[in-house]
Each structure stands twice: as structure tokens, then as C-alpha cells.
């Protein structure tokens, strides 16, 4: 348990949907209002819904070593089906996460 009192590790059993629909619940998703999301750093919406890497990368289905590697900046061109999940779990489009906008050939500012 950590200070807020929930579990910061998601074990290979863990019930995803769970997962999601705590850190949506959390804050997490899409902008209200129907105005277009900022366009932020992966770890930033990461850690808006306040999700661990590991949590993120369980959501999406991808492994922890690439939620890392994007944040770190060392996965510079990540996989299609890669940008779809993280976005997807995040609730967002992947324009609004700085790292997908080169991957998906847009100006990395905002």
C-alpha cells in the first residue's frame, strides 16, 4: 500500500478493467467540455490518473519496459497499435501525448 492507501503494483493477474476504470474515475481521460486535450508528456498523463508505469503498461497491454522507454525518450517511434493503447487508456487522442506527435508526423510543439 502506498500513502493514498492503494496498491501500486499490478500483479500479471490483475483484473485490467479494474485498473482503468479506477484511473478514470481518478481524473483520468479526456479534457470535459469537448475542447481538444493539451498536448503533455506521456509521464505527465501518466501520472494525472495517478497511475505507476507498471499500472499504465498492464491497462494497455504493453510491457513496462516500453512505457519507460518512451517516457525516458529512448523508444523515439513506437509501435502503431502501441500509441492506440497508451491513448486509449489514457483517454485521450495520441496528438495530446509530445511523444506520439513525431510517430504520427505532427510538430512536436504543441
Known sequence: ????GRSRTVGAGADVATV??????????AA???APPRV??????????PWTQRELA???????GTVRGI???????????VVRALAAVLGVPPAAVAEFRPVLGICPAG
Not at 20 to 29: D, F, K, L, T, Y
Not at 41 to 46: D, E, Y
Not at 58 to 64: C, D, E, F
Not at 74 to 79: E, N
Open 1 to 4: 500500500m502506498n500513502q493514498r
Open 20 to 29: 482503468v476504470r479506477r484511473g478514470r474515475a481518478a481524473g483520468g481521460g
Open 32 to 34: 470535459a467540455g469537448g
Open 40 to 49: 503533455a508528456p506521456l509521464a505527465a498523463r501518466r501520472r494525472l490518473v
Open 58 to 64: 498492464a491497462a494497455a497491454g504493453v510491457s513496462v
Open 71 to 81: 517516457e525516458q525518450g529512448l523508444r523515439r517511434a513506437p509501435h502503431p497499435r
